[in-house]
């Protein structure tokens, strides 16, 4: 349970619920999922669970999408703000995952905080290993195949492309 591992927020990706809404459980959980029935069947759906420890703290949940949603929560000094992702695979065309990478972008810059920033979720996007020319991006414990190749084309291109664009 998220109490006896100390977990104060989850997030969660591939509900598969198709509306936005809240609701709160019997022993106080906060549960906010952002879906919508675009897809079908709807694999995605996302959300979070807030335990009831740190429901004041929140300032408000946002739906955007069935892949993305966001928190915002008042800290010490200021807030901050989180953002749950669910990246469609690499077997989804690549407009779509050109779409939903480009949707996470604009979801980041107008969440509007004064402290951080985080990404949460399934990103769909094996690592591998660090090229050359990432080692202001990735640190040095990425783990995976060695001999992996990758493609422009591929998820983990689009999750560099962003991280590179958002600093």
Do not use: W
Request: aromatic share 8%; hydrophobic share 35%; with cysteine.
């Amino acid at each position: 349970s998220m109490h006896q591992y100390g977990i104060h927020i989850l997030c969660i990706t591939e509900t598969h619920i198709e509306d936005s809404y809240q609701l709160r459980t019997d022993d106080g959980y906060f549960v906010f999922y952002s879906g919508n029935n675009t897809e079908s069947p709807s694999h995605s759906g996302v959300g979070f669970i807030i335990a009831p420890s740190t429901i004041s703290s929140v300032i408000g949940c946002r739906p955007i999408s069935n892949r993305l949603c966001s928190l915002k929560l008042r800290v010490t000094h200021g807030v901050i703000g989180i953002i749950c992702a669910y990246a469609p695979h690499n077997g989804h065309s690549l407009i779509l995952r050109q779409q939903f990478f480009d949707s996470l972008e604009v979801a980041y810059n107008t969440l509007s905080v004064n402290g951080p920033k985080i990404i949460l979720g399934d990103l769909n996007a094996r690592l591998h290993y660090r090229l050359a020319n990432e080692h202001h991006i990735l640190g040095s414990k990425c783990f995976g195949d060695a001999s992996a190749s990758f493609s422009v084309s591929n998820n983990r291109s689009l999750l560099m492309e962003i991280c590179e664009s958002l600093n």
